[in-house]
């Protein structure tokens, strides 16, 4: 009975002695380049968040701007002025500045997404 408590009390200790030599002799050579593509990705990502929220921030601050503008222009004007004024636009103009909006924000993005996919390419 000493002799199966001798063998345990020596076989595990070297078994998970080796064992933990062999793991780490075969993942630390692969726990280097996954964190270097690790944080590399992390880079990119953020990088590309940080291009939106510039780009979000700058479009809200634009209209923020223009609505400000265009309320103190509309003010100071005259009301007979801007009942006038509205004679001479036509009924549907919502929907064809909804439609310059669209497409001038369509050629936006597309050019947008062209230079983040140059700019990760190149990273």
């Known amino acids: 009975m000493n002799w199966i408590i001798g063998f345990i009390k020596k076989f595990f ?14 993942l630390g050579p692969l726990i280097g380049p996954f964190i270097q593509f690790f944080t590399s990705f992390l880079r990119k990502v953020g990088l590309f968040f940080l291009v939106l ?3 979000a921030a700058a479009i809200f601050a634009f209209a923020t701007i223009m609505e ?34 669209v497409a001038r924000l369509k050629s936006l993005v597309f050019m947008w997404v ?4 140059e700019k990760f390419l190149h990273t």
């Open 13 to 26: 200790p070297n078994l998970f002695g080796g064992l933990s030599k062999f793991i780490l002799g075969f």
């Open 53 to 55: 929220a510039a780009i």
């Open 68 to 101: 400000a503008l265009i309320s103190e222009v509309v003010r100071a004007t005259a009301p007979e002025w801007i009942d006038i004024g509205r004679m001479f636009l036509p009924s549907n103009i919502s929907y064809c500045l909804g439609l310059l909006i």
């Open 114 to 117: 062209t230079r983040l996919s």
